[in-house]
């Protein structure tokens, strides 16, 4: 098939596009660059540098025809949408609406939507989340996810465009992004491999339920099956503590590290972890990966060069 990957160049969408390209799908890849890197693409890919809300945009459709639109470029900082929430909605809504408009013209025939379960349940009644739990968005961002699965909902009920939204819990494994707020494991890795030490958040006893970025992979190609519709949970089900992940991280490194604890981040949930059991009743995927064996992996990534 032919696919159209926004945000192919970034941290998960680079994993997504590795898989399609090699099980055999013809590859285009939309990324602006602002966080992702050539090098990320992969070579059988054509890459178009090109920011979503720009309207070069229709080109890339008329040019490359897509059958299938994966969407995962996106402002994606927490923080920054709540400094900026404009900028937010003009990226994250916006621009997936544009992409959703030239998907109906193009007729494409499937739209996969990365969309995140760690944030738009907000704080959870019960314990794992599944995909009927009241959505409660806490942040711009998790607002804008939430705001796109309302538009798919639409155009698959007035143009009959199918779309699967991909509820992400807390995604890690190589190429994340360990500058900034984003990516907790990604930040720890880099400190322990220096032997400093990483700030941990409060108590360091908040858990999320942390899936490996091979496995978010493996959902979204998985997720090109005809019959795969609608919200589906991609998540482990089990919680992990930061404290657990800080200890992992020490001994994979070797860093002779003690914890650090800081105040903690205002308003951020205590617990988060999520039920999966629907992506594996409709379309097969379990995760593969556990957290000790995905935190070892990636610590491997990020091992300076000797």
Not at 36 to 44: D, I, L, M
Not at 82 to 101: I, M, T, W
Not at 163 to 177: E, F, H
Not at 195 to 220: K, L
């Amino acid at each position: 098939m032919r696919i159209l990957v926004t945000g192919g160049a970034g941290f998960i969408g680079s994993h997504v596009a590795d898989l399609l390209a090699g099980s055999g799908h013809e590859l285009a890849v939309v990324d602006n660059l602002s966080r992702g890197k050539k090098q990320n693409v992969p070579a059988s890919a054509r890459l178009w540098v090109q920011d979503l809300r720009d309207p070069g945009l229709a080109a890339v459709f008329e040019e490359f025809r897509p059958e299938v639109v994966n969407h995962h470029a996106a402002q994606i900082s927490v923080r920054d949408s709540v400094g900026d929430p404009v900028f937010d909605a003009e990226v994250n809504v916006l621009g997936s609406l544009r992409l959703l408009k030239l998907s109906v013209q193009h007729r494409v025939k499937k739209f996969i939507f990365a969309s995140t379960g760690g944030a738009v349940y907000g704080e959870q009644d019960y314990f794992p989340a599944d995909e009927k739990h009241p959505t409660r968005p806490l942040s711009p961002y998790a607002v804008s996810k939430l705001a796109v699965e309302k538009y798919l909902f639409f155009f698959r009920q007035t143009h009959g465009l199918p779309y699967v939204a991909l509820r992400y819990s807390n995604v890690y494994g190589p190429r994340q992004d360990p500058f900034g707020e984003a990516g907790v494991v990604a930040i720890f890795c880099q400190k322990m491999w220096r032997n400093e030490t990483p700030t941990i958040n409060g108590q360091g006893g908040q858990t999320r339920d942390f899936v490996y970025a091979a496995d978010v992979a493996r959902a979204n190609l998985l997720a090109l099956g005809e019959d795969v519709q609608g919200e589906i949970n991609i998540a482990t089900g089990v919680e992990t503590s930061v404290n657990t992940v800080f200890r992992i991280l020490r001994e994979a490194t070797g860093a002779t590290v003690e914890e650090r604890h800081g105040p903690p981040m205002p308003g951020e949930q205590m617990r988060s972890v999520l039920d999966a059991r629907r992506a594996e009743k409709v379309m097969g995927w379990k995760p593969r990966f556990s957290i000790k064996d995905g935190l070892l992996l990636t610590a491997d990534f990020f091992r300076p060069a000797s």
